[in-house]
């Protein structure tokens, strides 16, 4: 299990650093280049999300008949996440735009929703886990969440890892 998720991770970091060295890459014309980056971070939130689903389908160890009602239960948590991040990279285009001219107030209301989308992918979690338990038993439910928290850790730390902090 452990060389299954040690490689998806790999593929996951590098997923996400392609992504972010593409954004920076220089343009004549911003319209186009803004179009472009939406489009690369669309394609490479597409590649994580099928690259953590076979991490998933690698290390879970289910029947016949819990992959059956597993599988769609995992597909709607997805998409629930996936709405959550769609939020964050929204909070991080707002952010690269206001970098150079941040005022405190914008710091103030980024960090703030940025904590809150945080609390809000935790209380996603907290509601899906007894959804997961109805289909998989709670040791099963425990080593999903563990998957997917350990791969969104790793996925947001490249992610973090390409964005300056705030200059004071």
Known sequence: MRKYFVTA???LTC????SFAQQQAPTSNQKTAEQLTDDAVALMRKDIRSQKKQL???NMPLTDQEAEKFWPLYDNYSADLTKLNDSRYALIKQYASAYNTMTD???DTLIKS???TDSDVAQLRLKWVPQFEKV???KKTALFFQ???RAS???ELQLISQIPVVQP
Do not use: H, K, N, T
Not at 15 to 18: Q, R
């Open 9 to 11: 991770i790999c593929l």
């Open 147 to 149: 998957i997917d928290r």
């Open 114 to 116: 940025w904590i809150s």
């Open 136 to 138: 998989i038993s709670p």
């Open 56 to 58: 998933v389908a690698a």
């Open 153 to 155: 850790l790793i996925i």
């Open 105 to 107: 107030a914008q710091a």
């Open 15 to 18: 997923l996400a650093g392609i």
